[in-house]
């Protein structure tokens, strides 16, 4: 009885010990600021990309978008986001802010998040299109997710 016991232990211990140290469970995590202008507006980014095994995920956590004078009472501007993985050269389809972000200058909340299968490099693009009467301005931002 004692010896079933010990090795109902001890293998309980060695699942318990794979599942707490596997790799593939592992999330990791990198904060990253990304900016653009165009026409006088500057747009500001802030993503979060989360690595766990395989998967690359991309997440802003909030935007800043300063504008002109004449521009910032406006309030139907938007934050665009798409991830890029190199092991298939291929881009997520862009996931979409609604259109109602503020362009005061101030550091507001925003969640739009996308994902790829990727383990090695990839990259996250934003694109803001600001408010203003006529034509919108838009600009992009890119930066590369080396493995973290």
């Not at 935007?63 to 881009?91: D, H, M």
């Amino acid at each position: 009885m004692l010896i079933k016991n010990k090795r109902a232990l001890l293998a309980g211990l060695a699942i318990a010990s794979v599942l707490t140290a596997s790799p593939l469970l592992a999330e990791s995590r990198k904060d990253y600021t990304l900016s653009c202008s165009a026409n006088g507006f500057t747009g500001t980014a802030y993503v979060t990309a989360v690595r766990n095994g395989d998967l690359l995920f991309a997440t802003t956590t909030g935007y800043t978008i300063k504008a002109p004078r004449e521009s910032q009472s406006r309030t139907s501007a938007n934050l665009n986001l798409r991830v890029w993985g190199a092991t298939k050269n291929a881009w997520s389809p862009w996931s979409y802010s609604n259109d109602n972000l503020q362009q005061d200058g101030v550091r507001r909340p925003v969640f739009v998040k996308a994902s790829v299968n990727e383990s090695r490099l990839g990259a996250v693009e934003v694109n803001f299109i600001f408010d203003k009467t006529g034509t919108d301005p838009r600009c992009t931002a890119k930066e590369m997710i080396r493995k973290f």
